[in-house]
């Protein structure tokens, strides 16, 4: 019942269930007792929230600004290499730039993903996504993430912090 209760409560995660698992026995330990109980471990060990490969763009996709930021914060704190970030997130508004002609085309769901290699399901989650931000805005991303590659890898900066303020100028709307 406790091994079920972890798992219920702090997710998959083997690095987080290591570190919540110490945190069990300590507790555990200092109250005297050898044997954890389902309730210490909704006492002392914290939720967590499982996060896919595509928790980014798929957040991005639905226009969850805030879904998209609590993405780009798991990534950082799995310290994913932030150049694979921005290759994912580059691969996503190209993507959904190729989209948006096919659409201005005339092209159909359909067409669009057999044209892109894409899968049907994926195609009408980009075909909703490049309607919703409109040409200009995925045009736009596109050339944000040119530029934030490009200052990324030609100044000391912070990776990351430089990646939040590209998601920052794609979820903004244009003035």
Known sequence: DVCRALLSRCGRSMEHLDAEIDKLVC???FAGRDTASVEDVDRVCSAYEENDAFALTNALLAGDVAGAFRAMDELRRRRVEPTLVLGQLSRFF??????????AEGKSREDLAAALRMHSYKAGLYVRGARRMG?????????????TDLY???????AYEQIEKLLVRVTTPAS
């Open 152 to 158: 990324v890898k030609s100044v000391y900066a912070d």
């Open 94 to 103: 190209c993507d959904l730039c190729a989209v948006s002609a096919l659409l």
């Open 135 to 147: 040409d200009a805005a995925c045009r736009r991303a596109l050339d944000e993430c040119r530029a």
């Open 27 to 29: 507790y555990v330990r």
